[in-house]
C-alpha cells in the first residue's frame, strides 16, 4: 500500500503544469477552478470556498511543494459533473483541515495530515506519516477511472 501511494504521489508531482504557477498568490479560495495541473511553489490556502468545475471525467491535479491549509468552516465545492475522485492534491508538506471545512479530492500527502473537529472529506487520505483525525468524517469517493 505505501508503494502504490508512493508511485501515485509521483506520478501526480510529476505531472506537467497546463493552468499556471502559483495561482492566487497560493490563496485559492473565491476560485472557480477548471480541469488541468496547477503548481504551487508555495503553501495552497483555502481561506474561503473554492469550486471545481466540469465534466465527470475531467481531472484536476495540484501540486504543491508547501502545504495545504483549509481555513474552519471552507468548503471545496463541485459544479457541473465534478467528481471528487478525480481531484488529485499532491502536497509535499502537511495537509491541515480546520474545524467544519469540507474537503473534496484524493490527499497525496509527502508528511502528515490533520483534520480538524467536525471536518470533513469526500475522497481519499494518503499519507507518507501520519493522519490524525478529530471527530472528522471521511466518506470514500469511488476510484478513480
Known amino acids: 500500500a505505501v508503494s502504490d501511494m508512493e508511485t501515485a504521489y509521483t506520478d ?3 505531472r506537467q503544469n497546463t493552468q499556471g504557477y502559483n495561482k492566487g498568490g497560493g490563496n485559492i479560495g473565491g476560485m472557480t477552478l477548471t480541469p488541468g495541473v496547477y503548481t504551487f511553489f508555495i503553501a495552497i490556502r483555502i481561506n474561503a470556498d473554492v469550486t471545481f468545475s466540469g465534466g465527470a471525467d475531467d481531472v484536476f491535479i495540484l501540486q504543491t511543494t508547501g ?4 481555513a474552519a468552516s471552507t468548503k ?7 467528481q471528487a475522485k478525480n481531484i488529485f492534491w499532491q502536497v509535499a508538506g502537511h495537509v491541515w483541515v480546520g474545524p467544519n471545512a469540507v474537503m473534496q479530492g484524493v490527499l ?8 480538524e473537529s467536525d471536518s470533513s472529506l469526500t475522497g481519499r487520505v494518503l499519507a507518507q ?3 490524525t483525525l478529530q471527530t472528522a468524517t471521511i466518506t470514500q469517493a469511488p476510484a478513480a477511472v
Request: glycine share 4%; aromatic share 4%; charged share 20%.
Open 76 to 82: 471545496v465545492i463541485l459544479k457541473g459533473r465534478a
Open 129 to 131: 506519516t501520519a493522519c
Open 12 to 14: 501526480a508531482s510529476q
Open 67 to 70: 502545504e495545504l491549509l483549509q
Open 108 to 115: 497525496l500527502a509527502k508528511t502528515k495530515v490533520v483534520f
